[in-house]
């Protein structure tokens, strides 16, 4: 069964606060991705990254950074929080992203900036 | 920028009936994936479709891939109280390594 795990369920940080959510996916897939969902927004694309060490940017990648040293592992760090970055953070990984594929959800992070 | 339609926003319904559900685009994509989402949780994938035309089954659901590759069908049979969350409907940007996704249909179901 295929599985993408998240390191916190619900997170509440100060404003300034550095964090640091973790994804860790066991399917071997090559490709992860970090999305925040708001109401009203959708779900936007902040990174992603298609291998170990590389990364692009997604569509709002202010304010954030990720870390890919492990194939199975995807960080993804808030440097300085900030209340506007109080969100639904879900990870997921897909096998083939450039030719189209499934992509799995992880159960995601309520993270709340005070 | 490319856009998802989906329709209906929102559905109340019996339990025992069945849900029909759309997706639609003006873009034509090659692959539909069709998510549940429950409060507070991660999107859960129900069916991929890769073939337009395709009708593939998951259980009580169905998904179409349209003939036209611009739209998708998700159908629940005998709906059930547990059927309640937003589903939504996904495709892949070619040339790229974007999804985009659809606004979501909520679903309400009353026993």
């Known amino acids: 069964d295929v599985k993408v795990t998240q390191s916190s369920r619900y997170l509440v940080k100060r404003t300034g606060e550095k964090v640091f959510l973790e994804c860790v996916q066991d399917?071997?897939?090559?490709?992860m991705f970090w999305y925040r969902q708001d109401p009203g927004l959708g779900l936007r694309l902040i990174y992603f990254?298609?291998?170990?060490?590389?990364?692009e940017k997604g569509d709002i990648p202010e304010g954030y950074s990720v870390s890919r040293e492990k194939k199975e592992r995807f960080s993804l760090i808030l440097e300085s929080a900030s209340t506007n970055q109080t969100s639904m953070y879900l990870c997921?990984?897909?096998?083939?992203?450039?030719?189209?594929?499934?992509?799995?959800f992880g159960p995601g992070t309520r993270l709340t900036v005070l | 920028g490319q856009q998802l339609n989906q329709s209906p926003q929102s559905m109340f319904i019996q339990e025992g009936e069945d849900v029909s559900m759309n997706c639609t685009s003006s873009s034509i994509f090659n692959t539909w994936l069709w998510y549940k989402q429950d409060p507070g949780e991660g999107p859960v994938l129900l069916i991929a479709l890769y073939k337009a035309g395709e009708l593939t089954s998951n259980g009580r659901l169905t998904a179409q891939f349209g003939i036209t590759r611009k739209d998708s069908f998700l159908n629940i049979s005998a709906s059930i109280p547990s059927d309640v969350g937003i589903y939504f409907c996904a495709v892949f940007r070619p040339g790229t390594y974007k999804y985009i996704f659809g606004t979501g249909t909520r679903l309400k179901v009353l026993a």
């Open positions: 997921a990984s897909s096998r083939t992203v450039f030719s189209g594929g499934e992509q799995f």
């Open positions: 399917m071997d897939h090559e490709n």
């Open positions: 990254s298609y291998d170990v060490k590389m990364k």
